[in-house]
């Protein structure tokens, strides 16, 4: 089966506006459909450096030593990922460092998975366990607010913020057999 996506909504290119002119240098992923216009974006741009990650956690750590190198860095993941991360999160609490993570969300809206769903279930209440503040984006207009509110909040604020982008927002998967 082969994934068949639609043009790139405006909403995903705010994203990458907010993130540029919020000043991210580095942006690490695990890659994702959800995130391919905004990691498509970042890996074109010569003032910003993508890092793809093996595993959800390790943008966890790149995020903090961003931080301690004088850059900032946004974590792009889905909420499957979203559990592989709580235990590296403690490290955020524990040394008071800012952070940003984008969240597409699975589990959700007309998923067709259901080994989505039980994480999607869990993805708000585990991050706030781990002392990080989360911003729901459902609509299209109003994910630049959003996402630029959590920018500011991570690094004029000085805390962990997480965006969850809806699974209604990122559209239908549509599945098409070979």
Known sequence: MSEV????PAWQEQIFKVLKEGGIQQVSYVPDAGH???IRRVNEDPDMRGIVLTTEEEGVAVASGAWLGGQRHALLMQSSGVGNCINMMSLLQSC???FLTLVTMRGEYAEFNPWQVPMSKATQASMELMGIK???AERADEVEDIVGA???FAFEGGEPVA???SQRL???KKWLRN
């Open 5 to 8: 996506f639609s043009p790139t």
């Open 170 to 172: 990122i559209g239908r």
């Open 163 to 165: 965006v969850l982008l």
């Open 134 to 136: 989360v911003y729901r």
């Open 96 to 98: 008071r460092f800012p």
């Open 150 to 152: 959590a920018l500011d």
């Open 36 to 38: 391919a216009h905004v």
